[in-house]
């Protein structure tokens, strides 16, 4: 039985899905009795490495959560000093959070140091295993910290086939990304509309999220400049930061006429104003060249909202094609004809009616629930 957790990864003061879902199972284990802690990093990423405009949140903590800043990921001597200290704290359980090979030699040094006391379990929680952007050693790394865990759970199917390629031995879990809830109600379609100052008779389908060049918005934009959307009253609304060059994206738009049929909002979007641009949009759409899961799709659960997603990574086996929404290949020509299938055949209404039911699968307790059960295969091996 666990009765003391410590969740490793980001947290507030970063922002970001990943803190955000670390945040809420930290609130989930401590709702079935759990003593959780959370501990982040003093440093994150070194400020070259980052694509974005800040790390930071600028919003207050959550209430009732432990989060110490103790981790510099560039330290040797801190990890060290880290994965000692855990060690003696004994806890029953520690989770890292996983998505980038860079922070490999960091997290598993720690994890190495703190399973030492004999007592400690290392349970990884994977967003990624091979990252969507390759780099000269991804590999490599990966590999270190993955021969110092206990234990693995994978959001994705692809996921736990990438484990495998590194061990086989591993005990795994699998649990779909649960579902955002912590991103307020949704709104009327005018209420939101109004307040993010858009025209109120036209209809949006949103791009949300950091903009990667995986994230395929390229494919997006070409698609949306078929002429058959243009009979409706449809834009294109993008909203997310810029973690790639906005030049391609800019010159697409500028080279199919769309300015006017596209609204961009660049900037990183604050969680109080996440249910502000579901609520106003008719569709979300993730038109990913790769991907393993998304917590788009997740907040796009939550708010009730049909979903176009591509035959890409794990995003396909979270969204029901024909039943709350449409997997295509990552091709233009696929993502328009999906679109115009979305307007003429007037689906929001049955989408959305099914995903009422759908999205049950996709709770915390599951993922909670996933954990124990992962830990309890480690402790009777």
Aim: glycine residues 6%.
């Amino acid at each position: 039985m666990i009765k003391t957790l410590k969740i490793i990864g980001p947290a507030h003061p970063y922002r970001g899905g990943i803190a955000t879902t670390s945040e809420r199972l930290a609130q989930e284990f401590a709702s079935m009795g759990v003593e959780v802690n959370l501990e982040t990093f003093t440093i994150q990423y070194p400020s070259f490495l980052f694509p974005g405009k800040t790390q930071y949140n600028d919003k207050p903590a959550p209430e009732g959560l432990k989060i110490r800043r103790t981790i510099n990921s560039i330290n040797p001597m801190n990890w060290w000093r880290v994965g000692r200290r855990i060690r003696k704290e004994n806890p029953d359980l520690v989770i890292i959070r996983y998505w980038l090979p860079f922070l490999a030699p960091c997290l598993g040094t720690i994890a190495g140091f703190a399973r030492k006391n004999h007592n400690t379990k290392i349970i990884c929680i994977a967003d990624n295993i091979i990252p969507h952007e390759h780099r000269p050693g991804d590999r490599l790394l990966t590999n270190y910290f993955v021969q110092r865990i206990d234990g693995l759970i994978a959001m994705s199917k692809s996921v736990l086939r990438d484990t495998e390629e590194f061990r086989k031995d591993l005990p795994t879990g699998f649990c779909p990304h649960p579902i955002f809830d912590n991103y307020g109600e949704r709104l009327s379609f005018e209420v939101a509309k109004q307040k993010l100052k858009l025209d109120v008779n036209t209809r949006y389908l949103l791009f949300f999220g950091f903009i990667r060049d995986y994230k395929g918005l390229d494919l997006l934009i070409q698609a949306f400049a078929d002429e058959r959307l243009r009979q409706f009253p449809v834009k294109l609304l993008v909203a997310g930061e810029y973690y790639s060059s906005p030049e391609p994206y800019l010159q697409l738009i500028k080279e199919n006429n769309l300015e006017d049929y596209i609204e961009l909002r660049t900037d990183f979007i604050p969680d109080d104003e996440v249910n502000l641009y579901f609520s106003a949009a008719d569709m979300v759409v993730q038109p990913y060249k790769s991907a393993t899961q998304s917590g788009v799709t997740q907040i796009g659960y939550h708010f009730n909202k049909s979903m176009l997603v591509t035959n890409v990574g794990g995003l396909s086996e979270i969204i029901p094609d024909g039943k709350i929404g449409y997997v295509v290949e990552p091709e233009s020509q696929q993502i328009a004809n999906a679109l115009v299938d979305f307007y003429v055949n007037n689906r929001i209404s049955e989408f959305e009616a099914n995903i009422v039911e759908e999205k049950k699968k996709f709770s915390w307790s599951n993922m909670a629930n996933t954990i124990v059960s992962v830990y309890d295969k480690i402790k009777n091996q």
